[in-house]
Each structure stands twice: as C-alpha cells, then as structure tokens.
C-alpha cells in the first residue's frame, strides 16, 4: 500500500503539469489614437463586452426595426453560423469526454465441434479504460476546442452584426431608389406639361420644331432613367427578400428616407472591444497555442489504467458461479519510439499554424482601427458634401424657374430651360444620393465600431 502511494503521488504531481507554451495574448503594436476622432488607443480585451442589442434603433425607422426582428429568425446565413457554433460546442463536450474511463460491455454465446465433441460457451465481459494525462494531452484538446468554441460564438455574434448591417443598408438603398423614383416621375410630368407648353407654343408659331424635338428628348432621357431606377428597385427588393429567408418585400410606396442620425464626432477607441471579429481571431490564436502543446505530448509515454471482469462458462446457469468468473485489472505504458520525424513535423506544423493565427489576429485589429477611421471620415466628409449640395440644388432650381419664365417671355429657346430642367435633375438625384450614401455610412460606423449606440461600458 505504501508503495503504491509513493507511486501515486509523483503521477498527480505529472498531471498537474501540460507540456507547450502557456497562451498569453499576443502583443499589439497600434497608433496611440484614431486620427479622426483624437481619442487614445487602448488594447482591447475580447468577450469582455457583448455586441448591445437593437442598435439601429438610432434610426427611429419602425418599418426597420420589424426587418430586423425578422432577418435574425430567418436569415440561412445565420442559421447556418448557429449550427457551426452548436457543433463547437459538441466538440468541446467530445474532448472533455476523455477525462473519463471508457468502460464497454459484451456478451456472446457460441457452440462449436471438435473432435466429435459438441460444446457450448457463454460469456459476459465488462472492461474499463483510463487514460492518466500525464502530459496534459486532453487538457490541451479541451483547451483548444473550448477556444475554438469561444471562436464560434463570436463568429455568430458577427454574422448577425454583418446581417443586421447589411439588411440596413439595403433597406435604405431601397427607400433612396424609391425617392430617385418619386423624383423621376414629378420630373416626367412636369417635362410633359413643358412638351405641351412648346407645341401650343409652336401651333401659335413661337416656337420651332428643333424646340420639339428637344423638349422629347428631354422626355425620352427622364423615362429611361426611370426605367433604370424601377430595375434597381426590384433588385434591390428581391435582395432584401433573400436576406430575409425568402419573405417577399415590398418595393413601392415606400417613405421618404429618414433623417441621418447623428454620429459621434469624437469616438473612443475601445469600443473596437465591441467588435466579435476580433475576440474571434484571438480565440483562434489561443486554439493554435494548444494545438502546440497537444503535438509536443506525442513525444511522451501514454498510460492506460485497465481492469476488466466476467464469467465464462458452458451454461447460462452456470455462468455466475464463482470458478467461472475472471477479471484483470493494470496499467499500461506505451510509446513511439520511431516514427521517422512525423511527430517534429507536426510540432512545426503546429507553430507555423500558431504564427499564422497571431498575424490574422493582428490584421484584424489593423483592419479595423482603418476601419472606424474611413468610417469617421465619411461621416465629417459627406456632411460636408450634403451641406454643398443643398446649396447648389438651391441654385439649381433658381436657374430653372428662371429659365421658365425667360422661355414664356420668349427670350431665350427651349434648349435653355431643358439644360436648366436636367441640372436640377441632376443636384436632386445627387442630393438622395448623398443622403442615401450618408444612411449607409452610419451603418457601417455602428457596424464597424462593434455595434455600439452609446459609450462603453466601463
């Protein structure tokens, strides 16, 4: 007994102990500030904070926010990232399964004949088996896989992010090509009321023909731009429809876009912590620092504890009677002790894997400082654009009244009041486009910055 305490106490002292490197997060060299909000870096600490429900709400747009509540219920690109996630963690509770003995149980019954003698055998067996992580083997599975798990979740969690995002700015492409639509169609009836203008006008032998002619032409030009707007609006409806799992969506009648939120002029850098795709790359990191140790324990002996019990006996009555039972209980050490290289290949293998892990993981956060910095950009810049375009929509439409009147007056032709028609055209359609550019911007700075609305968490 004393002996087999001696022994017993160095083996949990071993399985204490896991061979390879001990994960620490890898270390970030980054700007001390974004250079469009002015505010300091600080590193981030992944699944420390949760992506904050409804985020779009910012929007005040309730035909939005029922498209949301849907997109997560029916979205098949979501689905399918929550069966990956449930698969991780199947593979997490799979690895942590062989912390436990094995134990496997068998039966049979057999007659046979040799020699002219007839006999009959029956059997009942049990055995069990234990691995003693000695090295740390299974530890490092479960680590690895819980990590990969831990990826999973923040995979979801960004896939959803990703959804949201796009759901929005398609929504909103949608509602801008619906105004551009509305717009086309005043535009069209007000050059139909000018093509008739230019008849009476030419019946009364004011006007010319070419003045005709190019009225229609003016008309053609505004009905081809509406045909090409009506094309993208069912493009764009039949895309929203696939976001949604199918669930038709409807592409007239639509409200006018909504007014831009207002977007933070100065925004700290740790709500990057918000971002699921960066906690996603470290997790992975983690997951290939395991893996490092799990090939490093091939190197070392594995040790099975084995017992194992029944009867044997020619009859089934007989089968439980104490000279037919049996059993055998031990340990066994077994090890590789040429294998070739293939176990150094596998610890390369595994660092080169960990390295490349550690790069994405940084260029992940890389992409992202870029990120919220062209998404801060955007939103300073296009303000700037939308306040440049009221004006020159404002002039614009001076130049066409004018225009108009000059054209009644008889001062001028008709070609000078189409090319004021088609200039305010132009600001007008550049004008929701802005707004519709600016819509998308605010998305993607939400979207960018993890989804957040308000500041972090402390």
Same mark, same amino acid.
């Given at each position: 007994?004393?002996?087999?305490?001696?022994?017993?106490?160095?083996?949990?002292?071993?399985?204490?102990?896991?061979?390879?490197?001990?994960?620490?997060?890898?270390?970030?060299?980054?700007?001390?500030?974004?250079?469009?909000?002015?505010?300091?870096?600080?590193?981030?600490?992944?699944?420390?904070?949760?992506?904050?429900?409804?985020?779009?709400?910012?929007?005040?747009?309730?035909?939005?926010?029922?498209?949301?509540?849907?997109?997560?219920?029916?979205?098949?690109?979501?689905?399918?990232?929550?069966?990956?996630?449930?698969?991780?963690?199947?593979?997490?509770?799979?690895?942590?399964?062989?912390?436990?003995?094995?134990?496997?149980?068998?039966?049979?019954?057999?007659?046979?004949?040799?020699?002219?003698?007839?006999?009959?055998?029956?059997?009942?067996?049990?055995?069990?088996?234990?691995?003693?992580?000695?090295?740390?083997?299974?530890?490092?599975?479960?680590?690895?896989?819980?990590?990969?798990?831990?990826?999973?979740?923040?995979?979801?969690?960004?896939?959803?992010?990703?959804?949201?995002?796009?759901?929005?700015?398609?929504?909103?492409?949608?509602?801008?090509?619906?105004?551009?639509?509305?717009?086309?169609?005043?535009?069209?009836?007000?050059?139909?009321?000018?093509?008739?203008?230019?008849?009476?006008?030419?019946?009364?032998?004011?006007?010319?023909?070419?003045?005709?002619?190019?009225?229609?032409?003016?008309?053609?030009?505004?009905?081809?731009?509406?045909?090409?707007?009506?094309?993208?609006?069912?493009?764009?409806?039949? /895309?929203?429809?696939? =976001?949604?799992?199918?669930? *038709?969506? +409807? @592409?007239?009648? $639509? #409200?006018?876009?909504?007014?831009?939120? !207002?977007?933070?002029?100065?925004?700290?850098?740790?709500?990057?912590?918000?971002?699921?795709?960066?906690?996603?790359?470290?997790?992975?990191?983690?997951?290939?620092?395991?893996?490092?140790?799990?090939?490093?324990?091939?190197?070392?002996?594995?040790?099975?504890?084995?017992?194992?019990?029944?009867?044997?006996?020619?009859?089934?009555?007989?089968?439980?009677?104490?000279?037919?039972?049996?059993?055998?209980?031990?340990?066994?050490?077994?090890?590789?002790?040429?294998?070739?290289?293939?176990?150094?290949?596998?610890?390369?293998?595994?660092?080169?894997?960990?390295?490349?892990?550690?790069?994405?993981?940084?260029?992940?956060?890389?992409?992202?400082?870029?990120?919220?910095?062209?998404?801060?950009? /955007?939103?300073?810049? =296009?303000?700037?654009?939308? *306040?440049? +375009? @009221?004006?020159? $929509? #404002?002039?614009?439409?001076?130049?066409? !009244?004018?225009?108009?009147?000059?054209?009644?007056?008889?001062?001028?032709?008709?070609?000078?009041?189409?090319?004021?028609?088609?200039?305010?055209?132009?600001?007008?359609?550049?004008?929701?486009?802005?707004?519709?550019?600016?819509?998308?911007?605010?998305?993607?700075?939400?979207?960018?910055?993890?989804?957040?609305?308000?500041?972090?968490?402390?």
């Amino acid at each position: 007994m004393r002996l087999s305490v001696i022994l017993f106490v160095p083996l949990l002292w071993l399985a204490a102990c896991a061979v390879g490197p001990d994960y620490r997060r890898p270390a970030m060299q980054l700007p001390e500030r974004f250079s469009e909000a002015g505010s300091e870096w600080r590193a981030a600490r992944p699944g420390e904070f949760q992506v904050p429900e409804r985020w779009w709400s910012v929007f005040a747009d309730p035909e939005l926010d029922r498209l949301e509540a849907l997109v997560v219920v029916d979205n098949q690109t979501l689905k399918a990232a929550e069966a990956r996630y449930r698969a991780a963690r199947a593979a997490v509770d799979s690895a942590a399964a062989a912390r436990l003995p094995v134990v496997t149980g068998k039966a049979d019954a057999t007659r046979s004949r040799s020699a002219g003698v007839t006999a009959n055998s029956v059997g009942l067996m049990a055995s069990a088996s234990w691995e003693i992580d000695l090295w740390g083997r299974v530890r490092r599975s479960v680590e690895g896989a819980r990590a990969r798990a831990e990826s999973s979740a923040d995979d979801l969690a960004a896939a959803r992010l990703s959804t949201q995002a796009l759901l929005a700015q398609t929504w909103f492409e949608l509602r801008a090509a619906g105004e551009q639509r509305r717009l086309l169609e005043r535009t069209l009836a007000a050059d139909a009321r000018f093509l008739g203008l230019t008849r009476d006008r030419y019946a009364a032998g004011v006007a010319s023909a070419l003045d005709i002619a190019q009225a229609e032409t003016q008309l053609g030009s505004v009905r081809t731009q509406l045909s090409e707007v009506e094309l993208q609006q069912a493009q764009l409806a039949h /895309a929203l429809a696939a =976001l949604l799992g199918g669930t *038709d969506a +409807q @592409a007239t009648g $639509l #409200a006018p876009l909504p007014p831009v939120p !207002r977007t933070p002029a100065l925004l700290p850098s740790t709500w990057l912590e918000q971002r699921p795709d960066i906690a996603s790359a470290e997790r992975l990191a983690a997951a290939a620092n395991a893996q490092i140790g799990l090939a490093q324990t091939a190197f070392y002996p594995l040790l099975d504890l084995g017992a194992s019990a029944g009867s044997r006996a020619g009859t089934l009555g007989r089968l439980f009677d104490a000279p037919n039972l049996l059993w055998s209980v031990g340990p066994s050490l077994a090890m590789t002790l040429f294998d070739g290289g293939a176990r150094s290949a596998a610890v390369a293998q595994a660092r080169a894997g960990y390295d490349e892990a550690v790069a994405t993981y940084r260029q992940t956060v890389l992409t992202a400082f870029q990120e919220v910095q062209d998404n801060l950009a /955007a939103a300073r810049l =296009l303000q700037r654009e939308a *306040d440049e +375009q @009221a004006q020159a $929509l #404002a002039a614009a439409r001076r130049a066409r !009244r004018i225009a108009e009147d000059q054209y009644r007056a008889g001062t001028v032709s008709s070609l000078n009041v189409i090319t004021a028609q088609t200039a305010e055209l132009a600001a007008e359609r550049s004008a929701v486009d802005i707004h519709g550019r600016r819509l998308a911007a605010a998305v993607q700075l939400l979207k960018n910055a993890g989804g957040r609305t308000g500041p972090p968490a402390e």
